[in-house]
């Protein structure tokens, strides 16, 4: 009977590259599945909504929250390894998260005047430039575009990292995502119902959901001390099996949500079962993920999964380039997000693959790294 602790001396753990990159192709998937302004077109007649809503319900069982697990289930391997203190440890992720995130910041705030111009929004995208209370939001709550949320949220989120590791020894703190969860919604909907400042209603939704998605990072944890201890091929099957219908259950859920969306033409608010089905997903899904390092997984994996960060970074700005190309151009909704799709994820791949073999730019898209890094690192080698 092989045992899982022997796959991981013989080398890298390929299921987990394989989830990195399912995260990138299925956040493209998200957010090409909405129309030219985000919605759900609503515009439409509602038998060509079923593709663009099933393509976003397959791609959200790796969403933003599956991203957020992988990172911090990398996160909880490196510091297993090492005993680096508090701050030296934060420092080390703010120049490889909140650096890049700076620059693309700037990116996209000046960016958005393409397709906006186009569009014919231009006017309200320079009142946001010329805004200081514009610019704080879009470098404290990652505001300037729809995805650059990810990044500060995640940094915050990594700021819990001591308190995470109490989840591998005692791996029942996993389940303390649940709880948090329902604290999310329930004070969420507090603030919602009850600040009318909406500044102070979008800080104060931020501080809530870094506060309960705390909940991911005792999972995380959780699932690495579970990894860490090691199973038998026997038992990775049995678990793989329940994981994947974990996953089926959370995605019958979804297929419920999406017939609500293709019928309302509009993303509604979910809630009970629903909410709780496509936040709790992401567990189901790495955990599957994890049970399945007995397949034979290419190890060609690791080779791109390195590029998924990149290409979440830039994707939107293909999309933007997609929908001002497409502008005047009459597709019905099913093959417009097709081919918006395959575009993005096309392109996302080769523009980060093409960014990162430029010295100068492999930083932006964590292929690489900072400048000031490189020269330190020259002037080390000199005076050796």
Not at 41 to 53: C, I, Q
Not at 280 to 288: F, K, N, Q, V
């Amino acid at each position: 009977m092989s045992v899982q602790s022997d796959n991981i001396s013989s080398g890298r753990m390929n299921w987990l590259d394989g989830a990195r990159l399912a995260a990138a192709f299925c956040i493209i998937g998200i957010h090409t599945s909405s129309d030219q302004l985000g919605g759900a077109y609503k515009t439409a007649e509602a038998h060509d909504r079923v593709f663009p809503v099933l393509l976003r319900s397959v791609s959200e069982m790796a969403s933003t929250e599956f991203f957020i697990l992988v990172s911090l289930f990398l996160l909880s391997m490196k510091l297993s390894k090492s005993a680096t203190p508090f701050i030296p440890t934060m420092q080390l992720q703010a120049r490889r998260l909140l650096v890049p995130f700076a620059f693309w910041t700037v990116f996209y705030a000046f960016f958005r005047l393409y397709k906006a111009h186009h569009y014919g929004y231009d006017h309200a995208i320079m009142d946001q430039v010329s805004s200081i209370n514009h610019w704080l939001g879009y470098f404290l709550l990652g505001n300037v575009n729809f995805h650059m949320h990810f990044l500060p949220t995640l940094f915050l989120l990594l700021m819990f990292h001591r308190i995470y590791k109490l989840a591998i020894p005692y791996p029942l703190l996993g389940l303390l995502v649940v709880p948090m969860l329902y604290l999310n919604f329930s004070i969420g909907e507090w603030v919602w119902g009850t600040i009318k400042d909406p500044v102070l209603i979008q800080y104060m939704v931020r501080f809530v959901k870094i506060l309960t998605y705390t909940g991911y990072g005792f999972f995380a944890y959780a699932l690495y001390g579970f990894w860490q201890r090691g199973m038998s091929t026997e038992q990775a099957k049995t678990l793989f099996g329940f994981s994947v219908f974990m996953v089926f259950i959370g995605f019958v859920v979804k297929l419920i949500y999406a017939q609500k969306v293709g019928v309302a033409g509009e993303y509604i608010v979910r809630r009970e079962m629903i909410y709780y089905g496509h936040y709790l997903l992401p567990c189901a899904m790495l955990s599957a993920f994890l049970c399945s390092w007995y397949l034979p997984w290419p190890e060609k994996l690791s080779q791109w999964s390195r590029f998924s960060f990149g290409m979440y970074l830039i994707h939107p700005a293909i999309m933007d380039l997609f929908d001002v190309a497409m502008q005047g151009i009459s597709l019905q909704p099913d093959w417009y997000v097709l081919m918006k799709y395959c575009a993005t994820a096309f392109f996302s791949l080769s523009l980060t693959i093409a960014i990162g073999r430029v010295s100068l730019l492999a930083w932006t898209v964590g292929l690489g790294p900072l400048p000031g890094e490189r020269v330190n690192k020259t002037a080390k080698v000199v005076t050796t």
